[in-house]
């Protein structure tokens, strides 16, 4: 069985500009989690995406957003990069707290 | 918000001795606590979980145990091996905030043979 994939491995961006981070949660599992890993501040939770909606959000500005297709696929939108964005940001799915397994992650670089 | 502490930040242990990392946390509300294993250049992973009606849960040579009243939980690893260094991260959350991870700063583990 596939597990949490991300894509892509690798993005740099300049700031001020976009970034748009992908994951396909296990198959069965509805929800889906962001994290980001920053260096010197650990892991800290982002989003919650549960049948398609928004469920629950950490401590980052609105221009961390992101959305959950049909089939639970997600996406994660990081707008006005800044240099303190660069980390590396996971992904996790779930089915109802079960089965929590993460993916190996987006290192986003901003520049 | 959950505020979980973690300590030690670094471990380091020979071969075939014992390693414990400690927790804290600070809701009461929280009832899942996993513990997660990350290598360089990958995500965390998995490695045991314990929910808040259980007090011990072992699995071959790692243990954790939860003291819901004092609001703290161990990693116990036996007999450790080189393969188990990494960093360890603890985590805590509950059903309410859709099992949301808070995590502990994490510590890293350095077994010598």
């Known amino acids: 069985e596939a597990g949490v994939t991300q894509s892509p491995t690798h993005l740099i961006k300049t700031r001020g500009q976009q970034a748009t981070l992908r994951c396909s949660p296990i198959?069965?599992?509805?929800?889906v989690y962001w994290y980001q890993q920053a260096l010197g501040l650990g892991l800290q939770f982002l989003l919650w995406?549960?049948?398609?909606?928004?469920?629950n959000r950490g401590n980052f500005p609105p221009r961390f957003s992101g959305r959950q297709f049909p089939n639970y696929s997600s996406e994660l939108n990081v707008n006005a990069l800044e240099l303190e964005d660069s980390a590396l940001y996971l992904c996790?799915?779930?089915?109802?707290?079960?089965?929590?397994?993460f993916g190996s992650g987006t290192r986003l670089t901003v520049v | 918000g959950e505020n979980v502490e973690q300590h030690p930040s670094t471990l380091s242990v020979q071969e075939g001795d014992s390693a414990v990392i400690k927790c804290t946390y600070s809701?009461?509300?929280?009832?899942?606590f996993p513990w997660y294993k990350q290598e360089l250049g990958k995500g965390p992973q998995l490695i045991i979980d314990?929910?808040?009606?259980?007090g011990e849960k072992k699995d071959q040579r790692i243990a954790v145990t939860l003291n819901k009243t004092a609001k703290h939980f161990s990693l116990h690893i036996t007999e450790t091996q080189p393969e188990d260094s990494a960093v360890y991260f603890c985590?805590?959350?509950?059903?309410?905030?859709?099992?949301?991870?808070?995590f502990g700063k994490g510590t890293s583990l350095l077994v010598t043979p």
């Open positions: 996790a799915s779930s089915f109802g707290g079960n089965g929590y397994t």
């Open positions: 198959s069965g599992h509805t929800s």
């Open positions: 995406y549960d049948e398609g909606e928004e469920r």
């Open positions: 809701d009461s509300a929280s009832n899942y």
């Open positions: 314990i929910r808040s009606n259980v």
């Open positions: 985590a805590a959350s509950n059903s309410n905030s859709g099992y949301a991870l808070n």
